[in-house]
Structures are given as structure tokens and as C-alpha cells.
């Protein structure tokens, strides 16, 4: 290193800056000048235009029916005729000519009828063929007549199981030290099996959009992202006094929990805003069952330490509350992209959460996979999986 530094002092360092950015100004013009040449050799194409229309959203209203539609396609894309049910019907687009990439309103005049299914068939300009299925027509709800119902929605399904859940404290500080490791194992089941269910969630939001847009990568981006952002906070509280042991543990255990109710959340809005959710009593109380047991696996790694009530709220807080911003941004019909990458991050939250909790499970040996751990990973999956047929 002495060596090299020697041979490149200081006064240098323009020169070696001005070597490293070199290349790029090479491809900035490279590519400056295929643009200006109009793409030479790539003008000429053979077939007919790569049309691929994706359909992101169905609003139906009085007497009316709208798509919003999304090209992800290498080439423009036209509309020239709509038929519903195989009948041709009058129609307006937001847009003459949808670009790539670029998404477009299709409002379609059709005296549909409640309850009955169609067919929507949309014809481009090149002959494509783009045919979307409205099992059941329901009129859609207005987003911003929703914000209440889907806060107290959010409250319903995020914010009270967490804290009914967080009630088992009390009983967790009187139990031997080996139940808690048990119970810490219970916790990396319940966790495992929430990044299951979010990852398999997220794949099918993104199948829904516009492939072009990402698809699954942005699940898996997401995962990424939020794994190592999380990994960072970790690094940070280690390092500040007073943020260390299992409260620290408990924090990051509902920052993850969080992420995958905001998931929750997005699909129980997106699927209200559209009408596909009828949220009955039943439904609201098997919602509550099956993240009760969320509510455990945050006071688990503070049972064995003093914490005070405010802490707790904040964890219950953070732990339920993005239920609530979840449904007000599932109402307002998120872009599936957006959702895809957002179920994304809870994935890679509760994966970092699990490497964090995995140590206090070990038994005296420093075995993870001792006899009771096993138990207690799958008791925790099989738990999930059982109130999860409640929903």
C-alpha cells in the first residue's frame, strides 16, 4: 500500500478519477451517437408489432365500466374496438396511443348487472387481442369513503391480536428457562412461516402486474432491500447504550412483523376497494386469532428482562400498525409493482429477524436443532397454518 502511494501522490488523484470516469464518456457517446443515427441496423423488423396489454385494474360504476390498462410491450399500442360479452360496445381511452410502459383509462359504456360475470375483449390496432374475466360484477367502492372502514379494519386485524398476544408476558417470566428457548423456537416457526406466506403472496401480486415492471425480482429486491437495511439498524442499536439484549431482539422481531401486516393490510384494502371481500364477523375473528400468536413472538425475547408498559405499546405500535396504512394503500389501489415490492420487504425483514433470534433457541450445546428447537419450529409452522384456515 506504501508502494502504491508512493508511485501516485496526491497531486495524481485528478488524473486517476479523470482514467475511471474515461469509459463512461465513451458509452455517453457511443450512445448519443446510435440515438442521433436513429439505431442503425435495428430500424428494419420483420412480423407484426409486439403489442402485450396487461389490465391492473377493473372499476365498475353505474351504468360503466373502466380498465386500467398497462403496455408492456416494446411497441405502442392502439385500441380501436371493445367488446363485452362478444358484443361491440362504445368506449373512451385517456390515452390515444399507450407508449411502453405507459397505462391508460378504458371506459366502457355497458348497462352491467350485479352479481352476473363477464368477458371484456379488448381489439388493438395490429389485430391483438387482449381478453379480461370480471367473475362477478360489484359496483367499486369509493377509495375516499373507505378511510375510516379500513383504519378500523387495520385496528381489527393488526393492532388488537398483537396486543391480546403481548398479554402472555406476565406468564412467560414464570416459566423454567428451557421453556423459553422453547418458546423462542415457537417464535422462528411462527416468523418462517409468515415469510413463507408473504413471499408466496407477493409472487402472485406480481404475477397479476405488468411483468415488464419487475415481476417477482421485485419481491426478491425487496427481500434484499429490507434484509440488509435491517441487518444495518441492528449494527446501529448494538452499538448505542442501552438498546442491547432482548429488547433489541423484541424491536426487530416487530419491525418484521410490521412489514408483513403492512402486506396484510394492502390485501385486505385492494381487495375491499374492489369488492371481493365480504369481511364478516367470522372473518374479522379468525384475522384476530391468527396474529394473536404475533403478539407472542414479540414479548418472547423480553421475558426474562424488565421493560416498561411504554416500551411494550410501542412494540404492539409498531408491530400492528402498518395493518392500518396497509388497507388505506390497498384501498387506494396500489400499483401491483408496488405492492409486489412492499410484500417483498416483509420477507426479507422476518428472515433477518429469524438469524437474530436463532441464538436464543440454542441449548447448552449451542445446538439449534436440539430435540425441543425442532419441536418448537414446528409447532410454531403448524400453529400458523391452523389459524390461518380461520381466515
Known amino acids: 500500500m506504501e508502494d502504491r ?4 501522490p496526491s497531486g495524481s488523484r485528478l488524473n486517476t478519477w479523470l482514467l475511471g470516469l474515461l469509459p463512461l464518456c465513451v458509452i455517453a457517446v457511443a450512445v448519443a451517437g446510435f440515438a442521433v443515427l436513429d439505431g442503425p441496423g435495428l430500424t428494419a423488423r420483420n412480423g407484426p408489432p409486439a403489442e402485450e396489454l396487461t389490465v391492473e385494474r377493473t372499476i365498475l360504476g353505474a351504468g360503466s365500466i373502466e380498465l386500467i390498462v398497462r403496455n408492456q410491450g416494446a411497441d405502442p399500442v392502439n385500441l380501436v374496438q371493445v367488446a363485452v360479452n362478444d358484443a361491440f360496445t362504445d368506449f373512451r381511452i385517456s390515452e390515444p396511443e399507450i407508449g411502453r410502459l405507459g397505462s391508460a383509462g378504458v371506459r366502457i359504456t355497458y348497462p352491467w348487472v350485479d352479481g352476473e360475470a363477464y368477458e371484456v375483449t379488448l381489439l388493438t390496432s ?13 359496483t367499486t367502492p369509493d377509495p375516499s369513503g373507505l378511510i375510516g372502514l379500513m383504519a378500523l379494519l387495520g385496528t381489527y386485524v393488526g393492532v388488537i391480536p398483537v396486543v391480546i398476544g403481548m398479554l402472555w408476558l406476565p406468564w412467560l417470566r414464570r416459566v423454567p428457562p428451557a421453556w423459553i ?13 409468515l415469510a413463507i406466506d408473504a413471499a408466496l403472496e407477493g409472487m402472485e401480486v406480481a ?8 415481476g417477482a425480482g421485485l419481491v426478491a429486491m425487496g427481500a434484499v432491500a429490507a434484509y440488509l437495511l435491517l441487518s444495518g439498524v441492528h449494527t446501529w442499536m448494538a452499538a448505542r447504550p442501552g438498546q442491547a439484549g432482548g429488547y433489541r431482539l423484541a424491536l426487530l422481531v416487530s419491525v418484521g412483523i410490521g412489514l ?14 374492489v369488492g371481493a371481500l365480504a369481511l364478516g364477523a367470522t372473518l374479522v375473528v379468525g384475522f384476530t386469532i391468527h396474529n394473536t400468536t404475533e403478539g407472542l413472538a414479540i414479548v418472547a425475547p423480553v421475558s426474562e428482562e424488565r421493560t416498561s408498559p411504554r416500551r411494550l405499546a410501542l412494540l404492539g405500535l409498531i408491530a400492528g400498525g402498518p395493518a392500518i396504512l396497509g388497507a388505506w394503500l390497498g384501498a387506494a389501489t396500489v400499483q401491483p409493482a408496488v405492492a409486489a415490492l412492499l410484500l417483498g420487504l416483509g420477507v426479507g425483514a422476518i428472515v433477518q429477524v429469524i438469524l437474530q433470534i436463532a441464538p436464543s433457541a440454542r441449548d447448552h450445546t449451542g445446538r439449534l436443532l436440539h430435540p425441543l428447537g425442532i419441536a418448537g419450529i414446528l409447532a410454531g409452522m403448524a400453529l400458523m397454518y391452523a389459524t390461518g384456515l380461520l381466515t
Open 126 to 138: 395490429a389485430g391483438g387481442v387482449v381478453t379480461h374475466v370480471i367473475p362477478v360484477a360489484v
Open 5 to 8: 502511494r508512493a508511485r501516485h
Open 207 to 214: 404475477n397479476a402486474g405488468a411483468s415488464a415492471l419487475g
Open 260 to 273: 408483513h401486516n403492512l402486506g396484510e393490510g394492502l390485501a385486505i384494502g385492494s381487495a375491499y376497494a
Open 181 to 193: 428457548r422453547a418458546l423462542m423456537a415457537l417464535t422462528i416457526g411462527l416468523l418462517a412461516w
